[in-house]
Structure formats: structure tokens, C-alpha cells
């Protein structure tokens, strides 16, 4: 009785590691996946940065040739309606600028939103996963609790059956 025991009790812990390996393989599937996902997000990131001051620099681009050609224009004009326009020049460019700027900050509060989102996407998947792991713990430290119950209950019916 004492071998079956043993036996029994090797291939209980066998089944145990079995468990360990197979819940780490999950863990470490989930784990990769998740870098993937971190990578992807950084990529996208990227990209919608890189387009956003291509499109920054184009209408600088523009804007500065406009410029250009309302400077040359106003130096043939006559001194006084050539501070003026220069005077309407620094104000077209004081609110081109503002527009540069608000357009920056507004991109920046998107690409934010977006960092959020896929942050609170992470922390859910990581949330939903914990809990299913948990459950599972829980679940295995019942059969466990079971199993030495029954082990227990069986070797006290065979000592009274030996009495």
C-alpha cells in the first residue's frame, strides 16, 4: 500500500509539472503577443508622426514661398505702403505660426488618445487574463484539496478494513 501510494504520489507531482509548463507556455505566448502588439503601436506612432511633419514642413514650404513673393512684391513699392505690408505680412505669419502650433498640439493630444486607448486595451487584456488565471488556481487548489481528502478517506478505510 505504501508503493501504490508512492506511485501515486510521483505521478501526482508529474501532473503538476505538466500543468506549470503547460499554464508557462500560455503566459509566454501572451507575453510575446503582447510585445508584438507594443511594437505594432510604436510603428503606428512613428508613421503618424512622420506624416504629420511632412505635411507640416509642405505647407511651411508654401507658406514660406508665399512669403518670399510678398517680400519681393513690397520692395518696389513706396516706403509707406511697404511697411504696411510688411506690417500685414508679420501678422499673416504670427497667425500661420499659431496654426502650425494648435495643429502640433492637436496632433499631440491625438497621438496621446491613441497611446491611451491601446494602454487601457493592454491593461484589460492583462486584467481579464490575471482573473482567468486566478480562477484557475483556485479551481486547481480544490481538486488538490480533493484528491488529499480522497487519498486520506482511502487509507482510512483500508486501515479499518486491516482492523
Not at 509548463?21 to 511594437?39: K, P, Q, S, T, Y
Not at 505635411?55 to 508665399?66: D, E, G, K, L, S
Not at 487519498?151 to 478505510?157: D, G, K, T
Amino acid at each position: 500500500d505504501e508503493e501504490r501510494m508512492r506511485r501515486l504520489l510521483v505521478l501526482s507531482a508529474r501532473g503538476a509539472k505538466r500543468m506549470v509548463r503547460f499554464f508557462f507556455g500560455i503566459w509566454r505566448a501572451r507575453f510575446l503577443h503582447h510585445r508584438r502588439v507594443e511594437a505594432v503601436e510604436r510603428t503606428a506612432v512613428i508613421a503618424s508622426r512622420r506624416h504629420l511633419l511632412r505635411r507640416v514642413f509642405a505647407y511651411w514650404q508654401i507658406r514660406t514661398a508665399y512669403s518670399v513673393e510678398q517680400r519681393t512684391m513690397l520692395e518696389h513699392a513706396q516706403e509707406r505702403v511697404r511697411l504696411v505690408r510688411l506690417g500685414h505680412v508679420f501678422f499673416s505669419w504670427l497667425s500661420r505660426t499659431r496654426e502650425i502650433v494648435d495643429g502640433r498640439d492637436r496632433m499631440q493630444h491625438v497621438v496621446h488618445g491613441l497611446k491611451m486607448h491601446w494602454q487601457r486595451r493592454a491593461f484589460r487584456g492583462w486584467l481579464k487574463y490575471t482573473r482567468r488565471k486566478r480562477r484557475e488556481r483556485q479551481h486547481m487548489q480544490l481538486q488538490r484539496t480533493f484528491t488529499a481528502w480522497k487519498m486520506h478517506s482511502n487509507r482510512v478505510r483500508l486501515l479499518r478494513a486491516m482492523m
